[in-house]
């Protein structure tokens, strides 16, 4: 892609001395012997001088500027790889690739050496890293707070058709990118109680004096935008035990106990929990939450007292954005910090917490809305419990004092549920103590405002607004698409890597030039042969690059429907056994994508898939017609292979479930086609692309809402009027896929008939009339390129740097440079 500027070769030359010096001074291996993973080491090490020097300098200027900054807490940072991403922002690419080649080294390999930083489940995850690179790229001084987790994400395998989980060990050969901050480490307590003292001014103060100590050490990793615009940090935290407890236990003795102290406090940060919606209301969750938020909030205090700041200039200095609500603590542990270890009154530490915070929803999905049973927070937050109950009260009574006195309203909105055992409402909590609540696309933002905060919008009318999604356009495209990167510079000029956002849209005036269209086309085929060597060597599975690749791939769950569109496979294996000399439009369904460890119909959809593959794939009627693939262990990396190797994107969830989707971005980015809902973003990707350039089918979110209202969920008259459903289903059901044990999808499929939630009968036949409008457009090629070519044209607004800039001036007020 930047392979058009020529590297100097005086550049690479020093580059070359760098490199080899890492390699033999901090890697200690010697060019002749190194393996990949010692040269992309030393190669880090490298790029990381680079980075050092813009690292400090930026965040003495913004001291020095009295600039606000924002810390962006979130539980999740799905990274991916950073090698290319570092390179390709410091402008050292294609130095690094030439400098590598005169040593006789491919850059390539090289990259596939670095393990995939997995810090995060999905689309929450995978949002704050590009959040992180935006926020650099437009030079917003930001910090990423979380945890560095030592096990990410699982890796998942398939053995016979089932889901495998494997330990994820990325650190398992140290990280290049990150710095340890041993001088950096705060304390952070648990348990105890709390005491009232008298202050030296006689009020009245509470002490909390925690049971348990432990201590959260920084582990920073620098950031870099485009072009070195802005250099920030992504500061996680590990927790280690407390030194003198652990010697004291010692000292006395007790060798095991306090080795099973340091144990239990480091076990904190040993793993991410790899469920996106169920498995809540784990202590070790709750402790992994306060235990990130504390350190955070503390550490930003100390910067901010640091530089001499007052207290009351904290908004004006501090955004704190809570990322959903898992650092939703923050609004009481802010208020602890400032009232027991800073001693304000209450009104103004309310005052300082509210107009500092912000708070981002992401998921409407009921088993998804967090919230902790009273028992366990007055157990392990006992100080935190306190302040609630007073936040609550306090919200209460301003609620009466206007008058407001209807009982299930106040229900509704108070801090405490009442009814399910006593629990705290996170998302209350997070929207009372927060100046701004956004969702991530307008469809969700509204049905933000109509469900879970529809009492709570009603008495702060102008709190929550709406901040679609996005996707940084440098991974997304230049990266992971160099071959489409280097035709839009040739149609458009090398101005669209500073601007992509903007001179994407010059591509529409192109849309109809076969020229152009041949160039999108040829990029796709030779990214989708190089999928197809992965599928090859890792399945055994050949391709045919010449057919529709349809592809699915992104966390597995019910809402999602990858059921839906394994039904269109069987029904597709059917039509084709039903009439085998027909003329068939040749297509592969590519899947992907993990499922909770503990979510038992996610992991038997993901054997049904490859039942599916292993018999379809198999017959010889079908003669490669339609193949089926599971790729395993999705991530980062393997997003960057399979999206630009896409002709057909599938976002097709039940409306009104997917907050966004950030996939189907990339996806219409890279110029592949979206088959999908009218739910989340695509919403307003039809808008911006065109109705008629995606295949938009089903029920909308209003008439699902209707039909789940009714109690319409027995799909028998769905099914009567489709024989290709009911064919679908009865061979499912009775083991046509599943040989070895025939009543493997008995109950799935009885659930479809008779409690179909997702509605996935409902929209069967849309959803198959959809597809055949796909196969009519694939088959006249002028048509699907100069569809795919205004994707790509028409999607620029759903970059992260547009999300961001909205963030920077409507919800933080910092100035956006960049
Ligand atoms: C919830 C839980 C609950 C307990 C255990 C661990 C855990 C981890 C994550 C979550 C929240 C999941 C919410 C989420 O990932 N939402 C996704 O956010 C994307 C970015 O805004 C959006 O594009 C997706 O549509 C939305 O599903």
Same mark, same amino acid.
Not at 701 to 714: N, T
């Given at each position: ?579 085998? @000399?027909? =003329? /068939? !439009? ?6 992907? #994508?993990?499922?909770?460890? %503990?979510?038992?119909? &996610? ?117 009567? @009027?489709? =024989? /290709? !459903? ?6 499912? #059901?009775?083991?046509?896929? %599943?040989?070895?044990? &025939? ?76």
């Amino acid at each position: 892609m930047q392979g058009s500027s020529t590297p100097v070769p005086e550049q690479v030359e020093n580059f070359k001395q760098e490199v080899l010096t890492r390699l033999r001074y901090d890697v200690g291996k010697d060019a002749a012997d190194a393996y990949a993973h010692d040269w992309f080491e030393a190669l880090a090490l490298a790029a990381r001088r680079y980075i050092v020097d813009g690292w400090d300098e930026a965040s003495h200027s913004i001291d020095r500027g009295r600039r606000k900054r924002v810390y962006y807490l979130s539980l999740e940072f799905l990274i991916g790889r950073l090698l290319i991403d570092n390179l390709s922002n410091l402008g050292l690419l294609e130095i690094a690739r030439e400098a590598l080649l005169q040593l006789g080294v491919d850059l390539e390999q090289v990259r596939l050496a670095e393990p995939d930083a997995a810090l995060g489940n999905g689309g929450l995850g995978r949002l704050a890293a590009c959040f992180m690179e935006s926020m650099a790229t437009l030079d917003i001084p930001a910090y990423g707070y979380g945890i560095r987790y030592e096990h990410g994400l699982f890796r998942q395998s398939i053995a016979d058709g089932w889901q495998q989980e494997q330990p994820e060990t990325w650190l398992d050969f140290g990280n290049p990118w990150e710095f340890e901050r041993p001088e950096c480490s705060i304390s952070i307590g648990f348990g105890g109680s709390v005491y009232a003292l008298n202050g030296s001014d006689g009020s009245a103060r509470q002490h909390w004096e925690p049971m348990e100590r432990l201590r959260a050490v920084a582990y920073d990793m620098p950031i870099v935008g485009w072009r070195r615009a802005g250099v920030n940090t992504l500061r996680l935290w590990r927790a280690r035990g407390e030194e003198t407890l652990k010697l004291d236990r010692f000292n006395a003795g007790d060798h095991l106990g306090a080795v099973a102290d340091t144990a239990r406090a480091e076990s904190i940060s040993r793993v991410l929990y790899p469920a996106d919606s169920t498995e809540a209301g784990q202590e070790l969750r709750l402790r992994q939450e306060y235990f990130f938020v504390s350190a955070s909030l503390q550490d930003l205090l100390q910067r901010h007292l640091g530089q001499g700041l007052a207290l009351a200039s904290l908004p004006a200095r501090v955004a704190i954005q809570l990322n959903d609500t898992h650092p939703a603590i923050a609004v009481a542990e802010l208020m602890r910090l400032l009232l027991d270890d800073h001693y304000l009154q209450w009104e103004q530490a309310w005052g300082l917490t509210v107009a500092t915070l912000s708070y981002t929803n992401h998921t409407l999905l009921p088993e998804a809305l967090e919230s902790w049973p009273v028992a366990l927070m007055e157990r392990l937050l006992p100080r935190h419990m306190q302040i609630i109950y007073l936040v609550n009260a306090f919200h209460i009574d301003a609620l009466r004092a206007k008058d407001i006195h209807d009982f299930a309203l106040l229900r509704a909105v108070s801090l405490i549920e009442e009814d399910n055992g006593r629990r705290v409402r996170m998302g209350n909590l997070a929207f009372l103590g927060s100046h701004s609540v956004n969702g991530v696309s307008a469809l969700h933002t509204e049905l933000m405002r109509e469900t879970v905060f529809r009492d709570l919008h009603r008495l702060y009318p102008a709190r929550i607004s709406n901040k679609t999604n996005g996707v940084t356009f440098r991974r997304w495209l230049f990266q992971a698409n160099p071959e489409l990167t280097g035709l839009l510079c040739e149609c458009l000029g090398r101005e669209l890597l500073d601007d992509p956002e903007r001179r994407l849209r010059g591509l529409e005036a192109h849309a109809g030039d076969a020229a152009v269209q041949r160039g999108f086309a040829q990029q796709r085929r030779h990214n989708k042969a190089r999928l197809a060597q992965l599928v090859e060597e890792r399945l055994g599975i050949r391709l045919d690059v010449e057919a529709l690749f349809d592809v699915q791939v992104k966390r597995i769950h019910e809402y999602k429907r990858q059921l839906l569109n394994l039904l269109h496979a069987v029904a597709l294996y059917q039509d084709i056994r039903n009439d085998p @000399a027909a =003329p /068939r !439009l040749p297509r592969v369904k590519i899947f992907a #994508g993990k499922a909770a460890p %503990s979510y038992h119909q &996610a992991k038997l959809i993901i054997k049904l898939a490859n039942d599916i593959a292993r018999i379809v794939n198999d017959d010889p009627t079908v003669r490669g017609l339609l193949k089926v693939v599971f790729i395993p262990n999705y991530n980062v990396s393997l997003a960057e292979a399979i999206i630009p190797a896409a002709d057909l994107s599938e976002q097709i969830s039940t409306a009104g479930l997917e907050a966004s989707g950030t996939s189907n971005m990339k996806f219409a980015l890279n110029g592949a086609l979206t088959i999908g809902t009218l739910d989340g973003a695509n919403v307003e990707m039809s808008e911006r692309i065109g109705l008629e350039n995606l295949f938009i089918f089903g029920l909308t979110a209003q008439q699902v809402e209707a039909r789940k209202h009714a109690g319409e969920l027995s799909m028998a008259g769905e099914i009567a @009027a489709s =024989p /290709r !459903l009911q064919e679908a289903l009865q061979a499912i #059901g009775s083991g046509v896929f %599943s040989p070895d044990d &025939a009543n493997r999808y008995t109950a799935l499929v009885e659930g479809l008939r008779h409690d179909d939630r997702f509605m996935l009968c409902a929209d069967f036949e849309a959803y198959w009339q959809a597809q055949a409008r796909v196969e009519a457009l694939w088959r006249e090629p002028a048509r699907w390129w100069h569809a795919a070519v205004l994707n790509t044209a028409r999607v620029g607004w759903f970059s992260s740097d547009r999300t961001i800039r909205e963030y920077a001036e409507e919800i933080w007020k910092v100035p956006v440079g960049g």
